[in-house]
């Protein structure tokens, strides 16, 4: 999962390796390839506590199971249903 959008976790776990091990903001951005602001957000996150992944977001769900059945029964019976006449039938 990316952490950010320009960051994987690996390329994370690299810079908070660097980051320990003592290496300077300037010789981290040289061995991953990334502009600093990239890093300096890496490494705040990272002594804040936060986690290393990004922030899953939970949605909440537009039908219900039943619902989710009665849509899946609808398009068996007529495959060539359009998404638009679905909608209105919903």
């Known amino acids: ?3 950010g959008a320009h960051t994987t976790l690996k390329e994370s776990k690299l810079v908070i390796y660097h980051f320990n091990n003592g290496n300077s903001l300037r ?3 040289e061995i991953i390839h990334r502009s ?7 490494i705040e996150r990272y002594r804040k506590g936060n986690r290393l992944t990004g922030n899953v977001r939970k ?3 537009e039908f219900t199971a039943c619902e989710e ?3 899946l029964r609808q398009i068996r019976h ?3 249903l359009s998404a638009k006449k679905l909608t209105t039938e919903i």
């Open 59 to 61: 949605s909440k769900k």
């Open 36 to 42: 600093h602001t990239i890093v300096q957000h890496i």
């Open 1 to 3: 999962m990316a952490v």
């Open 69 to 71: 059945r009665w849509i």
């Open 27 to 29: 010789e981290i951005t």
């Open 78 to 80: 007529n495959r060539k």
